[in-house]
């Protein structure tokens, strides 16, 4: 016990250690292309930390397998490295011996992955694509990027303001083209311009102050021109489409009654990952043996690259599925039955005094 404890607390800390620098690279990536977005006025400062909350989970779930397997694959690495693992043999304890000890963590990290992928990132998802609907759906004032052409709708509506008050209320030199369907297009020019919500409909108006409003089609001379104090322009809310068809929101219940294959590569993924990380955890076990003077991380770079391919043919399988080029029922138990049974060949293998 003293034994087993010792190496799941190497493992454990090993684990959160990875877990974090790989949360920190993946997050901040995708944070930077975020902001990227943000900034060209797609959805407002608020906004992106609500979708990067909501796109967390499906960050976490694809990352433990990879933490999981870097773990195991450095601590038992470090255990071959050190003869700690010659001296544990000596005393009857081997490789599997070592599976026992960290079994119920394993069992623990892999129903994790589960609830994950099953139950919480599936509720995310869901909450992520009406969110983002209902962000497309918006136009309102502070949506809008200064020193930026901000486009509405289906394109329909374009506007531009030069600057912003501090506050975000009031945009100054504003510009905005308006083309309906079999309707002139209309084009404002305007000093300045503040958001104004009618309190009786909840209508939402731009209250634009001394400018031009051109009204007219291009290429005819009967052009319309106004010039105005102040002029309201109503805001257009488009109504958010809340049907949501995507696989990877809907519930698992659903997928289960689903005999779509889109749907049905989904449930099989979800199934997958728990199971990918479970081999891929016995995979580094069966990688990590490593000569005295190699070091524990002799081993990293070929054990990594075994596990990007077993990724990858997941993703293969999985866009095979979705096509409908591989059976429904097959899943992907072909590639899980290969990548587990060569980690249980390399496990009986470690298990096996080292040639000199």
Do not use: C
């Not at 694809?62 to 773990?71: D, E, N, R, Y």
């Not at 083309?179 to 309190?199: F, K, M, N």
């Not at 003077?293 to 990858?312: D, S, W």
């Not at 591989?326 to 096996?352: E, N």
């Amino acid at each position: 016990m003293i034994i087993a404890r010792y190496v799941n607390r190497e493992l454990a800390a090993m684990f959160l250690v990875i877990m974090l620098v790989l949360f920190v690279v993946a997050v901040g990536g995708r944070f930077i292309g975020y902001l990227q977005d943000a900034a060209a006025g797609k959805y407002t400062a608020d906004a992106l930390l609500t979708i990067l909350e909501l796109r967390l989970p499906g960050f976490i779930q694809l990352l433990i397998p990879f933490a999981a397997f870097l773990a195991v694959l450095l601590t038992f690495g470090r255990l071959y490295a050190d003869q700690e693992m010659a001296v544990l043999r000596s005393s009857g304890a081997g490789p599997a011996q070592a599976i026992r000890w960290m079994l119920l963590p394993m069992i623990g990290l892999v129903a994790v992955e589960g609830w994950l992928t099953t139950v919480y990132t599936p509720s995310t998802n869901l909450e992520f694509t009406e969110y983002m609907i209902e962000q497309r759906a918006r136009q309102r004032v502070d949506t809008l990027t200064p020193g930026v052409f901000n486009v509405f709708g289906r394109g329909d509506r374009v506007t531009y303001a030069e600057s912003m008050s501090e506050d975000g209320r009031t945009l100054y030199n504003v510009f905005i083209r308006q083309q309906e369907e079999d309707l002139p297009s209309v084009s404002i020019w305007a000093e300045r311009g503040e958001q104004y919500v009618d309190e009786q409909t909840g209508s939402r108006f731009m209250l634009l102050f001394n400018g031009r409003r051109y009204e007219g089609t291009v290429g005819r001379k009967d052009y319309r021109v106004i010039e105005f104090e102040q002029l309201g322009q109503r805001i257009l809310v488009e109504e958010a489409v809340r049907q949501v068809t995507e696989a990877e929101s809907l519930g698992t219940a659903v997928l289960f009654a689903s005999s779509r294959p889109e749907d049905m590569a989904e449930l099989h993924w979800r199934i997958a990952l728990p199971v990918f990380t479970l081999v891929g955890i016995l995979l580094a076990v069966g990688l990590s043996r490593v000569k005295p003077r190699q070091g524990r991380f002799a081993r990293v770079l070929p054990a990594m690259g075994v596990l990007v391919i077993y990724y990858l043919a997941l993703l293969v399988n999985q866009n095979a599925m979705h096509e409908g080029n591989f059976p429904t029922w097959a899943g992907f138990w072909l590639v899980h039955g290969a990548f587990g049974g060569a980690a249980l060949s390399l496990i009986v293998g470690v298990g096996k005094p080292a040639k000199a």
